[in-house]
Protein backbone atom coordinates (compact mmCIF):
# COMPACT_ATOMS: atom_id res chain seq x y z
CA UNK A 1 0.00 0.00 0.00
CA UNK A 2 1.31 3.18 -1.17
CA UNK A 3 0.57 6.60 0.67
CA UNK A 4 1.08 10.04 -1.49
CA UNK A 5 0.62 13.37 0.40
CA UNK A 6 0.83 16.37 -1.33
CA UNK A 7 1.61 20.25 0.12
CA UNK A 8 3.18 23.23 -1.66
CA UNK A 9 -0.42 24.36 -2.07
CA UNK A 10 -1.92 27.88 -1.47
CA UNK A 11 -2.70 31.21 -2.71
CA UNK A 12 -0.90 32.87 -5.60
CA UNK A 13 -1.44 35.54 -7.68
CA UNK A 14 -1.50 35.16 -11.41
CA UNK A 15 1.28 34.81 -13.46
CA UNK A 16 2.89 33.82 -10.25
CA UNK A 17 4.41 30.38 -8.98
CA UNK A 18 3.80 27.92 -7.04
CA UNK A 19 5.54 24.28 -6.44
CA UNK A 20 3.81 21.03 -5.05
CA UNK A 21 5.46 17.77 -3.35
CA UNK A 22 4.41 14.52 -2.87
CA UNK A 23 5.37 12.39 -0.58
CA UNK A 24 5.70 8.74 -1.25
CA UNK A 25 5.62 6.01 1.35
CA UNK A 26 4.55 2.16 2.06
CA UNK A 27 6.34 1.11 -1.24
CA UNK A 28 8.84 1.18 -4.06
CA UNK A 29 8.97 4.57 -5.15
CA UNK A 30 11.04 4.05 -7.78
CA UNK A 31 8.27 1.28 -9.82
CA UNK A 32 5.64 4.16 -10.49
CA UNK A 33 5.11 6.31 -12.38
CA UNK A 34 3.96 9.27 -10.92
CA UNK A 35 1.67 12.17 -12.35
CA UNK A 36 -0.43 15.15 -11.03
CA UNK A 37 -4.05 15.95 -11.32
CA UNK A 38 -6.72 18.56 -10.84
CA UNK A 39 -10.30 18.29 -10.25
CA UNK A 40 -11.73 22.21 -10.00
CA UNK A 41 -15.27 23.06 -8.95
CA UNK A 42 -17.91 21.49 -11.00
CA UNK A 43 -15.53 19.72 -13.21
CA UNK A 44 -13.86 16.40 -13.86
CA UNK A 45 -10.57 15.53 -12.25
CA UNK A 46 -8.11 16.02 -15.35
CA UNK A 47 -4.71 15.04 -16.31
CA UNK A 48 -1.79 17.31 -16.11
CA UNK A 49 1.43 15.91 -15.79
CA UNK A 50 3.09 12.62 -15.53
CA UNK A 51 7.05 11.25 -15.38
CA UNK A 52 8.69 8.55 -15.94
CA UNK A 53 9.93 6.17 -13.48
CA UNK A 54 13.06 7.60 -13.82
CA UNK A 55 12.30 11.01 -14.67
CA UNK A 56 13.61 10.40 -17.95
CA UNK A 57 10.13 10.90 -19.77
CA UNK A 58 7.81 13.32 -18.98
CA UNK A 59 4.20 14.76 -20.63
CA UNK A 60 1.99 17.70 -20.06
CA UNK A 61 -1.48 18.46 -20.83
CA UNK A 62 -1.90 21.19 -23.67
CA UNK A 63 -2.89 23.61 -21.33
CA UNK A 64 -0.27 23.73 -18.98
CA UNK A 65 2.83 22.88 -21.22
CA UNK A 66 5.62 25.42 -21.25
CA UNK A 67 4.79 26.53 -17.58
CA UNK A 68 4.35 23.56 -15.74
CA UNK A 69 7.25 20.83 -14.81
CA UNK A 70 6.98 17.71 -13.62
CA UNK A 71 10.54 16.13 -11.60
CA UNK A 72 11.17 13.92 -8.94
CA UNK A 73 13.50 12.62 -6.68
CA UNK A 74 13.84 9.13 -6.29
CA UNK A 75 16.27 9.15 -3.26
CA UNK A 76 13.71 11.34 -1.38
CA UNK A 77 10.70 9.23 -2.64
CA UNK A 78 8.95 12.91 -3.88
CA UNK A 79 7.74 13.99 -6.76
CA UNK A 80 7.75 18.22 -7.73
CA UNK A 81 5.00 20.19 -10.07
CA UNK A 82 6.49 23.88 -10.64
CA UNK A 83 3.97 25.96 -11.93
CA UNK A 84 4.96 29.45 -13.10
CA UNK A 85 2.74 31.25 -14.83
CA UNK A 86 -0.44 30.52 -13.39
CA UNK A 87 -3.59 31.64 -14.84
CA UNK A 88 -6.86 31.81 -13.65
CA UNK A 89 -7.95 28.51 -15.13
CA UNK A 90 -5.43 26.96 -13.16
CA UNK A 91 -7.09 26.99 -9.56
CA UNK A 92 -8.15 23.76 -8.55
CA UNK A 93 -7.74 20.46 -6.03
CA UNK A 94 -4.42 18.95 -7.03
CA UNK A 95 -3.27 15.34 -6.83
CA UNK A 96 -0.75 13.15 -6.83
CA UNK A 97 -0.98 10.06 -8.34
CA UNK A 98 1.08 7.14 -8.69
CA UNK A 99 1.01 4.53 -11.62
CA UNK A 100 2.57 0.92 -11.85
CA UNK A 101 1.58 0.28 -15.57
CA UNK A 102 1.22 3.95 -17.21
CA UNK A 103 0.35 4.19 -21.14
CA UNK A 104 3.96 4.47 -23.23
CA UNK A 105 4.91 6.02 -26.13
CA UNK A 106 7.41 7.86 -28.25
CA UNK A 107 8.57 10.69 -25.83
CA UNK A 108 5.22 10.69 -24.08
CA UNK A 109 3.73 8.94 -20.74
CA UNK A 110 0.11 9.18 -19.30
CA UNK A 111 -1.85 8.06 -16.72
CA UNK A 112 -5.17 7.68 -17.09
CA UNK A 113 -7.67 8.57 -13.99
CA UNK A 114 -9.54 5.26 -13.87
CA UNK A 115 -6.10 3.49 -14.33
CA UNK A 116 -4.22 5.24 -11.49
CA UNK A 117 -3.50 2.95 -8.49
CA UNK A 118 -2.58 5.54 -5.70
CA UNK A 119 -4.27 8.74 -5.06
CA UNK A 120 -2.85 11.58 -2.79
CA UNK A 121 -6.02 13.63 -0.63
CA UNK A 122 -5.06 16.39 -2.95
CA UNK A 123 -4.21 20.40 -2.31
CA UNK A 124 -5.59 23.53 -2.98
CA UNK A 125 -5.10 26.22 -5.11
CA UNK A 126 -5.84 29.39 -5.38
CA UNK A 127 -4.89 32.15 -7.96
CA UNK A 128 -5.81 35.41 -7.37
CA UNK A 129 -6.07 38.06 -10.36
Known amino acids: QVQLVESGGGLAQAGGSLRLSCAAS????????MGWFRQAAGKEREFVAA????????YYADSVKGRFTISRDNAKNTVYLQMNGLKPDDPAVYYC??????????????????????WGQGTQVTVSS
Open 97 to 118: AADLLPTVGPGRIELATGRVDY
Open 26 to 33: GGTFSDYA
Open 51 to 58: ISWRGGTT
